[in-house]
């Protein structure tokens, strides 16, 4: 209920919009409106800023205190077929689906849940005919048993006084679990057994280089940013002079062909990700890994999102990537998800050598405990690396070697989402008339706010429009402001709560003869007198 609103004043206020909604929209794409590409910019540069530019964190490695470079990239987005044969992502760099015969619709294999249910089936003549079990399913819903009892109610041509004839057994568990589908309804059919085997489905978008190319000339849009990072590795260390440990950061678009993009932005086709790649000594890398866990975590409180509705989770080892030594998510209580589940911001990976090795030298498997090249049955190597050295040299240590990999990355439209929705407010304040009125604000942290100040002039005449956009003008060299003389001044106030405008200034009759103005505060609604020339500081200062 809350997210249709979050939604909808999302398309009205203008943060987000269908892609090419003119034309019905285009599943998994999404535009950001005026405001939308202000609070996702506020977002990237507040990480960006605190992370790389004025990042002087001190920590102890070693038994030693010292700070750690860091520096950015923007790699581009299409990069040499190799680098993902050599990354993995070639082969294995995907999800199951199947599909429903019936209703033409395709699902994630892991998303599709049910149970067994045992019920007589009505016959064309209404009357209840053989007894039969079958296994109905639906995709994670808020209340999966409700949704599961429709979907048996609506089969068995039953009606809802007639539950307590459906006999369930067993707990709710994914298809992926059940030896065959011929007894599996699937969440929109009317008949059972009409899933399909489940099939591999490379989540990468290929692209064909050239005007005459073909296959052979095939491409692909990055699925991460960090694949650029890597390639990159010995270029920043030559230009930059930097010594391990130190950081890349990049942030940029990718793209995955994802199976069921669902929950507004949360899993789209197109989304930014903001990503580090944090390169440091073997010996110290789990050191760094906890660090950057932490780090990240404390980062989406600062700016404003509720410890109670995150979660800092380790991953089991069954759930680590072929090469990862220990990953944490950083998750968050979106409010489409069902009562008590996380959703994902951030994973924090530690991935070895894995990155830098496989560009050295090609596709890389685990064998037991090691990493060693994938080959083909003729002992070749299955792809190839750069052959490059992409070694570090320590001139102080005199130590050669492969630095290790934690990877902090962030997803800018699920940070994005999650600050919006952990913003929406509602709450009731008095009107001129003295009567409360429902009050719909979004509390941003006022560093990723997308106006921090709005100006209006009481009324529109008396010179008090005049005095105004002096004061706009002020305001527009320092911060983003608005400027608004439409309505009565509640109204406006009410606009801009709607828009989590921090700030509001109010110029009136006594500005004109003594050049103060009213500051109102978004959250505690209190308005305060100060002189005009004070504005400006007193934003900084409160900003
Ligand atoms: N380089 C590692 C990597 O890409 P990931 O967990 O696949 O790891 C990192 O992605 C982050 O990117 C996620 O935590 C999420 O915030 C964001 N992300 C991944 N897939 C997404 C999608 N389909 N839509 C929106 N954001 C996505």
């Not at 590409?37 to 002087?56: E, F, P, Y």
């Not at 581009?76 to 199951?96: A, T």
């Not at 991935?351 to 060693?372: A, C, M, N, P």
Request: charged share 30%; aromatic share 12%; with cysteine.
């Amino acid at each position: 209920m809350q997210m249709e609103q979050i939604v909808a004043l999302c398309k009205r206020r203008g943060f987000l919009f269908q892609s090419s909604e003119i034309y019905g929209g285009l599943n998994g794409f999404w535009d950001y409106g005026p405001l939308g590409v202000l609070l996702k910019r506020n977002v990237k540069d507040a990480w960006w800023n605190d992370m790389i530019t004025s990042h002087n964190e001190l920590v102890i490695s070693n038994g030693a205190p010292g700070t750690y470079d860091m520096t950015g990239l923007d790699s581009s987005i299409i990069m040499h077929p190799q680098v993902w044969k050599c990354s993995g992502h070639y082969d294995l760099f995907h999800d199951y689906m199947v599909d429903c015969r019936e209703s033409k619709k395709r699902y994630r294999y892991d998303h599709v849940i049910g149970r067994f249910v045992t019920a007589k089936k009505r016959g064309e003549d209404g009357k209840p005919s053989t007894e039969i079990r079958i296994f109905v399913t639906t995709i994670e819903t808020e209340n999966t048993q409700s949704a599961l009892e429709d979907a048996a109610l609506k089969f068995f041509a039953l009606r809802k006084k007639d539950t307590e004839t459906l006999k369930w057994e067993g707990t709710i568990q994914s298809i992926a679990t059940l030896p065959d589908f011929n007894e599996v309804l699937a969440p929109d059919a009317k008949h059972i057994g009409t899933l399909t085997q489940p099939r591999e489905f490379n989540l990468m978008f290929k692209t064909i280089i050239g005007a005459l190319g073909n296959d052979d000339d095939a491409a692909f849009l990055r699925p991460e940013t960090a694949q650029g990072i890597f390639v990159n590795f010995k270029n920043v260390c030559d230009c930059m002079r930097v010594r391990v440990p130190f950081g890349i950061a990049q942030v940029g678009k990718s793209f995955r062909n994802e199976i069921t993009p669902r929950n507004f932005t949360f899993r789209s086709r197109e989304f930014e990700q903001m990503e580090i790649e944090f390169f440091c000594h073997p010996s110290q890398s789990a050191e760094w890994y906890k660090y950057w866990r932490d780090y990240r975590f404390a980062w989406y409180i600062k700016l404003g999102l509720a410890n109670e509705r995150l979660q800092l989770r380790e991953h089991n080892a069954d759930e680590l990537s072929h090469y990862s030594c220990g990953t944490a998510d950083i998750e968050y209580q979106f409010p489409f998800l069902p009562q008590g589940e996380y959703g994902e911001l951030e994973g924090i990976a530690h991935r070895g050598d894995f990155d830098l090795r496989s560009h050295i030298e090609g596709k890389l498997v685990k064998e037991g405990e090691q990493l060693v090249l994938e080959k083909l049955p003729n002992n070749q190597p299955k792809y190839r690396g750069s052959g490059k050295d992409l070694s570090y040299y320590d001139d102080l240590t005199k130590e050669r070697y492969i630095p290790h990999v934690i990877e902090p990355s962030a997803g800018a439209d699920r940070a994005t989402l999650a600050f919006l929705c952990e913003a929406y407010n509602v709450d009731s304040v008095p009107d001129e008339k003295g009567q409360l009125q429902e009050r719909v604000y979004l509390k941003f942290h006022p560093r990723i706010a997308p106006i921090k100040v709005a100006v209006f002039p009481l009324v529109k005449k008396d010179g008090m429009p005049e005095a105004a956009t002096e004061i706009y003008s002020e305001l527009k060299k320092n911060f983003s402001a608005f400027y608004d003389d439409k309505g009565a001044v509640g109204r406006r106030y009410r606009r801009q709560d709607e828009i989590g405008t921090p700030f509001c200034v109010t110029i009136d009759g006594q500005t004109l003869q003594d050049e103060t103005i009213t500051l109102r505060d978004r959250d505690s609604l209190k308005q305060i007198r100060l002189k005009k020339n004070e504005l400006v500081t007193e934003l900084k200062n409160r900003l």
